[in-house]
């Protein structure tokens, strides 16, 4: 089955940067998109940015220009970097494989003076 594990979350003050990575397992992962979504607490799961196979990138209206994500089809991970963090940033940060249905557990992000 699909696995999607992340790494790199943690505490950063304002205007700091930050990056995650995920490393997926069972699937052949240069074929398809992958994505990296957000919540924060009491809030609904938001999509913040996503990359096709052929590396197309979308990301959302409040992180672009702020955030880059990437692909290394040789490592079967994405990676999130995120530049300028704001604390509306502060959430825990999920790897989601849309094709496969498949979420990681999650990696807290914190923005904070």
């Known amino acids: 089955q699909v696995q999607l594990v992340e790494s790199g979350g943690g505490s950063v003050q304002p205007g700091g940067s930050l990056r995650v990575s995920c490393a997926a397992s069972g699937m052949i992962f240069r074929f398809y998109p992958m994505a990296w979504y957000r919540q924060a607490p009491g809030k609904q799961r938001e999509l913040v940015a996503e990359i096709t196979a052929s590396s197309n990138t979308n990301y959302a209206d409040s992180v672009k220009g702020r955030f880059t994500i990437s692909r290394d089809n040789a490592k079967d991970t994405v990676d999130l970097q995120m530049n300028s963090l704001k604390p509306e940033d502060t959430a825990v940060y999920y790897c989601?494989?849309?094709?496969?249905?498949?979420w990681g557990q999650g990696t807290q992000v914190t923005v904070s003076s």
């Open positions: 989601h494989a849309p094709r496969q249905a498949a």
